[in-house]
């Protein structure tokens, strides 16, 4: 009998055994999302208790929290842009089979704001174009320089504001400047941020949409002058940005037109005692843009720049320079001479400059001996702003390239601190009635409201200059807010013509419903005489506010014609000149109780109450486990002491 009833205890703890083993999965289910130092992973530590564990939920011992690996690991395993080396990151024609792989350059759609779109990633890639395409640069959009006001009046904005064309030029100055062989094989230079500056005097005209610029076209739109590179700290770009600013506004005086045009580059400035100073900067990155440091005297950074800017900016040879991309011909004024410290071009016997690679935009560079210890290469020919406009194709993606052509209005890269949205007013002629229409400003379509006169109406422009036109593919004007063309306080520019057809919306005039605008009774908006009929002149009486009359009262009403329609403001929506009837004060609707707001230390109890209660299946399966196992030793015990005992008795039996 003793056996039977030991048999089913047996059978008893087996079922619970085998219930534990399959409640101990679904509840390490939520464990295993738990943190590192969570009480799974506590468990997972104990010897035994560890190894029986990961038997029952059917985990490895790589499984554990060490397998998920560290920051180290995982950044290994998920890299980023910056960090990411891909095979043909690095052009053929260009780095020494020593020079490690670069990330790819950026593309438009990578960069966190859209003033960052153009410029140049530092350890980028470049040239990204196709070196087969033809030097010529297709032209969709108005490219602006000026901008014309009347008959025979024009403002050249490009020498006070930032206008699409500066972006445009500056932005291809950097892609030919990262392209050349003395970049890519000068690691120095790689290393750095690279700002590209452009003089606004350099933008001659405007570029009409559709045009193709080419080699025999571009001097008419574009002066042509050669390009300098060379290295400053954020206190000496701080100095030069303040020089170009200095009487950049002031059209007699004798720095107008030093304004300059910025890629890789943004900064606010303000006006103080009569003059504009450099107020911030900043320089792009792929997390966003990042301050630059103005009293910053250690910091380096790479500036590209016309080489005829380089005495005025005080960055020429006699300063202690060097121009990267100067010719050793002793032409330029920035090319290190004998005797200065700097290294002079490597030359052979004849004196001539050894031939080199192809710097990717048609400027070869000539490479230093093979003795020498990695002197950077030098230019053969110079680079010219013309070959970085033109180039353009063959240093820049096409998708980037696409983003850099489409851009109508500034992209917000020079700005003064101060610069709220703005109101641009246009006038127009033609035949449509007041009211509301679609209008595109820099291609996009926006809400504009049209006036009795013809006068055009558009609110919120961002700060800067901008390109609107009635019809997508119609004649555009150029506002901006920097030197206040089209704006109520600024310069008027010449009509546009309404197109055939222009969908204008009438502007509805709101009526006050009675909710909105309670509509006084009748009998107290007016004084009545003692006779019933209305007094044309009422005079004040002794009581501030008139007993409403009873509807039994016999009280003849005035006809519809005799009384005198209320006057309304059409601002504030009241009436005018007539007495408010004595209202009831309504009462109150009890708001509902909102609900009780938890503080930090109870949504942290809340969560511990969650997570034990999502931890109580564990709990209750180690508890049956242990139970069980503990029964199941007790039960060998005596077992083996009963076998032992009969045994014995056994023994003295015989």
Not at 174 to 203: H, I, K, R
Not at 222 to 235: C, G, M
Not at 553 to 560: D, H
Not at 580 to 591: G, I, K, N, Q, V
Request: glycine share 10%.
């Amino acid at each position: 009998m003793k056996r039977v009833w030991k048999r089913l205890l047996s059978l008893c703890l087996a079922g619970c055994l085998a219930g534990a083993a399959l409640a101990l999965p679904a509840a390490a289910a939520p464990a295993a999302l738990q943190p590192a130092g969570s009480m799974m992973d506590t468990l997972l530590e104990v010897p035994i208790l560890g190894d029986l564990l990961r038997l029952l939920t059917g985990s490895s011992d790589g499984s554990a929290p060490e397998s998920a690996g560290t920051g180290e690991n995982a950044t290994a395993e998920t890299a980023t842009r910056e960090t990411a080396t891909p095979e043909s990151s690095t052009p053929e024609s260009g780095a020494p089979p020593t020079q490690p792989d670069k990330p790819d350059a950026p593309k438009a759609s990578d960069w966190a704001a859209e003033w960052m779109a153009g410029s140049i990633l530092a350890g980028a890639a470049y040239p990204a174009g196709d070196a087969a395409e033809e030097q010529q640069l297709p032209v969709p959009v108005t490219l602006w320089s000026s901008v014309q006001t009347g008959l025979d009046a024009s403002i050249q904005v490009s020498l006070r504001e930032e206008t699409n064309f500066g972006d445009l030029a500056a932005d291809a100055v950097g892609y030919a400047v990262a392209s050349t062989a003395v970049w890519q094989q000068t690691q120095e230079l790689q290393d750095l941020p690279l700002v590209a500056l452009v003089d606004g005097e350099s933008l001659k005209a405007n570029v009409p949409a559709g045009t193709i610029l080419t080699a025999d076209n571009l001097g008419e739109y574009l002066e042509n002058s050669d390009l300098a590179l060379v290295v400053v700290t954020p206190q000496k770009l701080h100095d030069i940005l303040n020089l170009a600013l200095a009487g950049a506004q002031d059209p007699t005086g004798e720095n107008f037109g030093s304004f300059v045009q910025v890629s890789g580059l943004r900064f606010t400035y303000r006006q103080q005692d009569g003059n504009y100073q450099l107020e911030s900067m900043w320089l792009p990155g792929l997390e966003g843009e990042q301050p630059l440091a103005l009293d910053d005297a250690e910091g380096q950074l790479a500036l590209a720049l016309p080489a005829d800017l380089l005495v005025q900016y005080g960055l020429n040879a006699d300063a202690g320079y060097q121009n990267y991309l100067a010719v050793p011909d002793g032409s330029d004024p920035a090319q290190p001479e004998e005797g200065n410290g700097a290294d002079s071009a490597p030359q052979d016997a004849a004196g001539q400059t050894d031939g080199g690679a192809d710097t990717g935009n048609g400027s070869p560079a000539a490479e230093a001996p093979a003795d020498a210890e990695q002197q950077p290469p030098v230019m053969e020919t110079p680079l010219t702003l013309h070959d970085a406009l033109l180039g353009l194709p063959n240093n820049c993606d096409a998708e980037t390239l696409a983003v850099l052509l489409a851009r109508q209005g500034t992209m917000g890269r020079i700005l003064p601190v101060e610069a709220p949205a703005y109101t641009a007013q246009l006038p127009t002629t033609g035949t449509a009635a007041a009211g509301t229409v679609t209008v595109y400003v820099d291609g996009r379509p926006v809400t504009g409201t049209l006036d009795e006169t013809g006068l055009l109406t558009i609110e919120g422009l961002a700060p800067g200059g901008h390109t609107v036109s009635l019809t997508q593919d119609g004649v555009t004007r150029y506002v901006s807010s920097i030197t206040h063309l089209g704006t109520a306080q600024g310069t008027p520019l010449p009509a546009l013509e309404q197109p055939e057809g222009w969908e204008v919306t009438p502007i509805a005039t709101p009526t006050p419903t009675a909710s909105a605008t309670p509509t006084p009774a009748p009998a107290s908006s007016q004084t009545v005489t003692v006779q019933g009929e209305p007094d044309a002149t009422p005079t004040p009486t002794p009581t501030p506010t008139p007993a409403p009359v009873p509807a039994a009262t016999p009280t003849p009403t005035p006809a519809a014609a005799r009384t005198p329609a209320p006057v309304r403001d059409p601002l504030e929506g009241t009436i005018i000149g007539t007495t408010p009837a004595p209202t009831l004060s309504p009462t109150p609707t009890p708001s509902p109780t909102p609900e009780p707001t938890l503080s930090p230390e109870e949504e942290q109890q809340v969560q511990e109450a969650e997570q034990a209660s999502s931890m109580l299946p564990l709990y209750i399966g180690i508890g049956v486990l242990a139970i069980g196992a503990v029964t199941v030793a007790v039960v060998l015990v005596r077992r083996r002491m009963e076998e032992g005992g009969k045994r014995s008795r056994y023994h003295r039996g015989r």
